[in-house]
């Protein structure tokens, strides 16, 4: 999303209003390990302890030879991703991410911040590991909800019967 923004800048186009991150540092800090490379046993490990994979699909050599590349794919994109030094972006930046998380912190996702001149949220202290959607869900879809309250006016949020008090996932 964070590149997505940065090229649609880079060629005129229509910026977003709102890029919410989650469970992901910020592009300044690289990863200390690149766990795309790892071999399977080692890499399965790290799916075990991110304790987002079910441990039928872990255990199941079958499901772990269709899930493995694309989930490496996914891991080499962000570890290997080119960060250059450019202007801040325009849009709000909100990150998300669990307190439990192994892979990401509370310094590198409150990183974030100097990757926008608008305004910035952090929302740290969500129960979980790198999956903490599971633990969080309730918290994280009100979240989710207030960030994209924000992006509607006033005036055609009274209109839609929208306050916030009847958001939904409330």
Same mark, same amino acid.
């Given at each position: 999303c964070f590149a997505l923004a940065r090229e649609l800048r880079r060629r005129s186009l229509p910026m977003p209003q709102l890029l919410m991150l989650s469970a992901q540092n910020t592009p300044r800090?690289?990863?200390?390990?690149?766990r795309h490379q790892l071999n399977d046993a080692e /890499?399965?490990?790290?799916?075990r302890a991110c304790d987002g994979t079910p441990d &039928?699909?872990?255990?199941?050599?079958?499901l772990l030879q269709?899930?493995?590349?694309?989930?490496?794919?996914?891991?080499a994109i962000y570890e290997t991703y080119d960060y250059r030094r450019l202007p801040?972006?325009?849009?709000?930046i909100a990150v998300f991410f669990g307190l439990q998380d192994s892979m990401a912190s509370g310094a590198?996702?409150?990183?974030?911040?100097?990757?926008?001149?608008?305004? /910035?949220?952090?929302?740290?202290?969500?129960?979980?590991?790198?999956?903490? &959607?599971?633990?969080?869900e309730q918290q994280l879809a009100g979240h989710v909800t207030d960030e994209l309250a924000r992006l509607l006016p006033a005036q055609a949020s009274k209109r839609k019967g929208h306050t916030d008090d009847n958001l939904a996932f409330r």
């Open positions: 800090q690289r990863p200390s390990t690149l /890499f399965t490990e790290v799916l &039928l699909v872990l255990q199941s050599p079958e269709l899930l493995l590349p694309r989930i490496r794919a996914d891991g801040p972006l325009t849009c709000r590198g996702a409150r990183g974030w911040e100097s990757e926008t001149r608008a305004s /910035f949220h952090c929302y740290d202290g969500l129960p979980g590991g790198h999956f903490f &959607l599971h633990e969080a």
